[in-house]
């Protein structure tokens, strides 16, 4: 018997009140399908989701089923970069999936729809399918369409400072303003939002070829009513999240984010996936397999295409058959199939030739896109997880967008004890080529883990600093983010982490090929292994925590319970 059933028995009044929501009698007996969007006019990654919300019903209704739809919006991290609104950024993927769980668990749903977009809410939604292990799946919300000359909206972070310096009019600012963000859907780059779309898909709880649809297209709203009558078969099937979020899916999802290049948060948000289903994802299983598979796509900002062009050139199936001969292509997916049956469904069903039909419009092909593993456009993955005496745990490091010439480098640590602090040294003028800026009480435990991207623009963009300059921090990056920037350092500084420890004008030596970070000098002297842990337990015998900021509310809540960034940055009840 149904769940929905069973607990129509012990609770007359429920029904009551549904009836009283405009629902039939019939439909009391029917399938109960909770249809949960982050719809709200938060950001143009969230504003349309109420449309695919309604498709999404319609295709509940026509398999039979009854829908409920839901709602909890997400915040924006571009909206809320440059103040403290990005401390709640981490933290809101916590409150979205325990929303989610609420919706589910209070009401009697029998199956589940989650619609989302974008960088915190995707993830979010996906440890909310694992934890309920519920028939469900996930509907991405799709791509922008970009602006004039395939611009993205990261663009205004040059722009902003431009004005800054004088150098860029306010009338010429609007411009960009204007032509930046042209339709709704999640930001034209390889950001986190479309690197989780990606996950979504690989994991095999979207519908194939569903991540990055363009979404002022039919297309995504199809993909939409696809999933509400979907929903039903995975009911009638008993197919849960469970069975299919195995290691071999997370495998598969981890060689296709380094086939895309993905955004380093992919290291926090999977392995939080991973522990709803009692999959312990180590961060180092990403170092091993970037290592084989190599970057197919130049996505922006690090490389040359916006991802509306990624789903043309026929999107994450694309890259799957690309690299088909490493993936598992026996692992499950919520089409009740396999991979390797998802992509040979999606060839005989011509997906592949209407997808890439489009960029005719673009006079491209579709390897002028997506390259073959035989001819990547980048060997050696997007992806590094450095070890040493700063980041004993391990940090992370898109490499991909690192300049070759930064991948060894040598410098003396700039540290500061917060972004503002770093931000204002690199526009002043303060920050010298060679040094390696350290941003340090940036961790969950310390603010919240919020994103970096303020700083590695004002670096990126700064042409004596660009190929010279490194940023180390226990906070993490946009996906947007490029240049020589190391996230995720741990442990954290607010918990005594190394990084906590590093004085001006120390020697950090950064090691992308052989994988190390570590403090190797002190004053600008360099000093062996031995003598440097001397110095470091020393200083750490004088360490005292500071305060750090907020301690009440969600976000005190959280940095109380954040587990370390290299497990995922989860609330963690002991």
Known sequence: MLRSQQLREVNAQGDSLRLGTGWNIQDLAKPQVLVDSVFGESHPGS????????????????????????????????????????????????????????????????????????????????IALARLDMPGLHVPG???????????????????????????????????????????GACQFMGTASTMQVMSEALGLALPGSALTPAVTNKITQNANRAGRQSLELLARDIRPSRILTRKAFENAIMVHAAVSGSTNAVLHLPAIAREVGIELDPRVFDEIHRKI?????????GKWPTELLWYAGGVPGIMREIKDFLHLDALTVTGKTVGENLADLEAGGFFRQTTSFLVNYGLKKEDIIHPVADPYKPGGGLAVLTGNLAPEGAVVKHAAVAPEMHNHVGPARPFNSEEEAVAAILEGRINPGDVVIIRYEGPRGAGMPEMLKTTEAIYTNPDLVATTALVTDGRFSGASRGPCIGHVSPEAAVGGAIALVEEGDLIAIDIPGRSLAIIGVGGESKGAAEMDAILAERRARWQPPKTGVSKGVLGLFKRLAASPMKGAYMEVK
């Open 47 to 126: 504003y349309h989701l109420d449309r695919l919300a309604e498709a999404a019903k319609i295709g509940v209704y026509e398999k039979g089923g009854k829908p409920a739809v839901y709602t909890v919006t997400d915040m924006c991290d571009g909206i809320a970069m440059g103040h403290d609104g990005m401390n709640y950024s981490l933290v809101s993927r916590e409150i979205i999936a325990a929303m989610v769980e609420i919706h589910a668990l209070s009401g009697h749903f029998d199956g589940m729809v989650l619609i989302s977009s974008c960088d915190k809410s995707i993830p979010a939604h996906l």
């Open 142 to 184: 799709g791509a922008m369409m970009p602006g004039p000359g395939y611009m993205s909206s990261e663009k205004l972070y040059e722009c902003g400072n431009q004005v800054l310096k004088g150098e860029m009019t306010q009338e010429e600012l609007l411009y960009y303003q204007n032509q930046a963000c042209p339709t709704c």
């Open 294 to 302: 190599p970057v197919l796509v130049s996505l922006k900002t690090s």
